[in-house]
């Protein structure tokens, strides 16, 4: 037996996960220069609606778990949700959302949870107004990353914020 030294980079390459390559690529909505001009694409149920050309994934790089199959969910601008109620700081891969009433853009995913590749749900959370319905919060089924969107406690629609996804 030698002590042959390694070949340089052999070990960088043992160390790194086999997929690093692919989930380092996450590009978010704002990585593309036109915005989300650049991931629509028509229904194939409804040709009059717009759906995403790609995968939807969870943003965090090494996470990247698919949310969502290209050409599911619906195209919606519509009013904003107030998803960080914890006042914790925000995560770098979670971009703030306008404040309603502003608008905000979003994937609607409906008619049922099946849609789904992979979702988590936050408990119900109670707004402010004792009249607001309960909100349920939309996290990464792998790492927990999240608010990336929301749906009503009891109402099969569920809408991810455009800006929180990845896309691959
Ligand atoms: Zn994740």
Request: glycine letters at 8%; a negative charge.
């Amino acid at each position: 037996m030698s002590d042959q030294p390694l070949p340089p980079g052999a070990l960088d390459a043992l160390k790194r996960p086999s997929n690093a390559g692919d989930r380092s690529r996450i590009r978010k909505l704002s990585d593309f220069e036109n915005g989300a001009l650049a991931v629509f694409a028509s229904h194939d149920k409804d040709p009059a609606e717009l759906t995403h050309k790609f995968d939807l994934l969870c943003p965090r790089n090494g996470c990247g778990s698919v949310i969502l199959k290209a050409g599911v969910g619906r195209w919606v601008e519509r009013d904003s949700v107030e998803l960080d109620i914890t006042k914790q700081p925000l995560h770098p891969d979670l971009p703030a959302l306008p404040a309603p009433p502003a608008t905000a853009q979003w994937w609607l995913v409906a008619p049922t949870i099946m849609e789904f590749e992979n979702i988590g749900f936050t408990k119900p959370v109670q707004q402010d107004a004792a009249v607001a319905p309960k909100l349920k919060f939309l996290i990464c089924a792998e790492c927990d990353l999240g608010p990336l969107g929301w749906c009503e406690e009891g109402v099969d629609e569920f809408w991810l914020a455009c800006s929180r996804v990845g896309y691959r």
